[in-house]
């Protein structure tokens, strides 16, 4: 019989999710790089513990899904459910370890930053006086203990907030000792902190109420405090009905509280646990030890808690130092910013984070005031706090215009922000649209209608990123602005298939999801493999977030055993394998994983030497073909066209960000290796429009 790593290493896919590990552990070994500050370090172990969190709900909640109902799936892997629950819970907690030991390593170097993490007994006398009060203050009051015996039920603990389980027994007597817990309030920081003349010292709060626990339970014997946290399934599906348009908000509101109770699938908690406590625990949530994360001593439960420490202002001055973004290629002799007026004259590609989100930013601002502008129609799917985007909106509505929003309230976090900013455009005269049936609405699209004269003209905004002003600065996203009345008819088609009942067969400039998307890519894959196959020159370059389509892979297979030379850039997820003799031997995948979070897509055919060119929302997955509303671009102005390769050919010189995939599905982190050194997320801001001119792939 065949071990687990025979089975795994013989198919001709890897596993969404343990490729997903593996994108893990890249983010993780950002914070390990000797060129990183110690706040960098840090910022990037916060961020493996938020991926995690998020991975263990919906992921690990999903395969619960199908184990708690008795169901079986195999997994591209080609493990059946219980053994790949098995081999990925490892990879989660050998993960966990990697994690705390890493932070182990980078606390020596604290005190020499200007701050130090210490217990409540580390604190001189003054210190202590000064914790104690804060937690006679404000702690005290917040707390609510939940006692589990015959006489009350085991309480409901939330989702991944921090949590004592508290062993007591009454003193003097023979009774049975008893479970409470007490869970940490969720707005209060997460640290403590105290200014000590030169530097801060941070105490976690937790180590603040246990030193106080006798204040919570008095004249008892306290036998443990133990902390831990819980992390609940969050994955969720909406149930279709009749009346799902009347219901579609309160059908949300009640499954986003699913979360809140959803069947247990990790347990993390501190190495000085009472084994007592743990084990009923898991009893009462149905886990194993496979499902249980163990903080040693010295380290933590939770490096989310780390963004305080990263974010204190004290310590802006170890932080480096960002560059300014410059002017888009296409805009770099723009005298004026009459946005209409330019986007008559040029079309525009915005690279973020190297160009801002201002043109943009100033076209809907510009729109929201502008008496000639009759209406405008937006998606929405993730947005900023204090979001400009929503600003405008509500003033364009409050002028007059017809304002149409597509909020995609499906969106995972967002939900609930998301039905506050709808209703909040909703009760200022916006025509609000909450998704569409089960499809999750991701396209980014923006279409405003603008009277000139006698004229009605149109003007177009289609990216790979949200409307955020926030994610612009550390996300790099691709978006193109334009007048041209082509993209306009497309769009404002898309627009009535979203919120009306129309199916067009195709379009000029679009290639949209669910209808079309998977069967056009394919189409353009498989005519690079007839190119190849004729003797012509062909070639594929494809830069995404995540790569798993089944169909969309073994085209990809197709054309390398033709001979059609294929570069992958794929940032987390890929489910393809590269590299395996008689199957994909002209592939190649790499992953950039650095300052910034690579979050554009682009699809280069080269068709001969008449290249095409698409960006767009979409990622090559079957939720993104099947399960969303999803449309990418073609590029048809030479200049941007031309910026849209060299993007891909930077992305392919990169030798400080960069890893390459073996056929085993590990990573190789590649080096300059006596070459220059060559950081895209440096390079990018010098790009000038000569030197996009010499970009090639093939």
Known sequence: MQNTQELIGKSDLISRDLSWLQFNQRVLDQARKEKRNLFE??????????????FNMIRVGSLYNYLDFGNDRVDY???????????????????????????????????????????????????????????????????????????????????NILIFGVVTKTLRSKEKKKMSFIQLPQNLPRFYAINDKEKVIFVPIERIVKQHM????????????????????????LEESEDIEANFLEEMKKKLKTRKTGRVV?????????????KQLKKRYEIDNENV???????????????????????????????????????????????????????????HPYNTIEPLLDLLEQAAEDPHVLSIKLTIYRLAKNSR??????????????????????????????????????????????????????????????????????????????????????????SLLTSDESY???????????????????????????????????????????????????????????????????????????GVPIKLIVRGICSLRPGREGLSENITVRSIVGEYLEHSRIFYFHNDGDSKVYCGSADMMVRSFDRRLESLFIIRDPLLKQQAVNILAYNLKDNVNSYEMNEDGSYIHLEPNGDKAFDIHQEFYKVKRESIMQAQLF
């Open 293 to 351: 994360i163990v903080s040693p001593v010295g380290s933590m439960v939770d490096f989310t808690g780390l963004w305080q420490i990263v974010n204190q202002e004290e310590f802006n001055s170890f932080k480096p130092i960002r560059s300014k973004p410059t002017a888009p290629i296409s805009m770099t002799d723009v005298e004026h910013q009459d946005m209409f007026k330019i986007l008559k004259e040029r079309d525009i590609l915005l690279h």
């Open 214 to 237: 006798d204040r919570v339970f008095k004249n008892v014997e306290i036998i443990s405090s133990s902390l831990f946290r819980v992390t609940r399934n969050g994955d969720f599906t």
């Open 488 to 562: 306009a008819n497309d769009v404002q088609e898309f627009f009535n298939v979203i919120t009306g009942h129309s199916m067009p067969e195709d379009y000029d400039n679009l290639i949209t999801a669910p209808m079309q998307m998977r069967r056009d890519l394919i189409a353009l894959i498989n005519h690079e493999r007839e190119n190849a196959l004729a003797g012509k020159a062909s070639g594929i370059v494809i830069k995404l977030n995540s790569l798993q389509d089944k169909d969309a892979i073994y085209a990809l297979y197709d054309a390398s055993k033709a």
């Open 77 to 159: 892997s080609g493990l059946q459910s219980i053994p790949f629950k098995n081999e990925l819970l490892a990879g989660l907690k050998e993960f966990g370890k990697q994690q705390n030991q890493l932070f182990l390593d980078l606390k020596p170097s604290f005190k020499e930053h200007n701050f130090e993490i210490k217990g409540y007994d580390e604190l001189d006398e003054k210190q202590q006086k000064s914790a104690s009060k804060y937690f006679e203050k404000t702690i005290f009051p917040m707390l609510t203990p939940m006692v589990f015996d015959p006489y009350h039920s085991f309480p409901i603990l939330m989702n």
């Open 41 to 54: 370090k840090l910022k990037f172990l916060a961020i493996t513990s938020s991926n995690a969190d998020e």
């Open 389 to 478: 985007v929503v600003e405008a909106l509500l003033n364009a509505a409050e002028n007059g215009k017809h304002v149409s929003v597509l909020f995609e309230v499906k969106a995972r976090f967002d939900e609930e922000n998301n039905m506050k900013q709808a209703q909040k455009l909703q009760k200022a005269g916006c025509f609000v649209i909450y998704g569409v049936g089960s499809l999750k609405t991701h396209t980014k699209l923006l279409l405003i209608v603008r009277k000139e004269k006698e004229k009605v003209n149109r003007f177009v905004h289609m990216g790979s990123g949200n409307y955020n002003e926030a994610t612009s600065k550390l996300y790099t996203d691709l």
């Open 266 to 278: 990790r347990l993390e908690v501190g190495e000085e646990a009472d084994p007592w406590l743990i």
